[in-house]
């Protein structure tokens, strides 16, 4: 599953897609892919992944892992994986 609980919020696994043409968050599968619209250049795709979780999340947002590649993980400080699933609407 790609939303695990912790005791302080939750990790997100994704993997992402850059040079889309719109931001999006999807389920494919087992896995939770992001369409960013940025170019993997100097940390673009992450920080545009970053904002735009914590908007959809209502949350603080950090990434955990993944810094440098297509898969990462996202901690979610301080909701559930109930509510996460909800607001990505997964």
């Known amino acids: 599953m790609s939303i695990t609980s912790t005791k302080d919020g939750v990790i997100i696994t994704i993997f992402v897609k850059p040079n889309a043409s719109k931001f999006k968050v999807e389920r494919g599968g087992d896995e939770i892919i992001v369409h960013s619209t940025e ?6 795709v992450n920080r545009e992944i970053l ?3 914590s ?3 209502h ?4 990434l ?3 810094a440098t590649s297509r898969q990462k993980q996202l901690f979610v400080q301080g909701i ?4 996460a699933e909800q607001l990505l609407q997964l």
């Open 64 to 66: 955990a892992s993944g």
């Open 39 to 44: 170019e993997p250049v100097k940390g673009k």
């Open 59 to 62: 949350a603080k947002v950090e």
């Open 55 to 57: 908007k959809l999340l």
């Open 51 to 53: 904002k735009e979780f």
């Open 80 to 83: 559930t994986k109930n509510q």
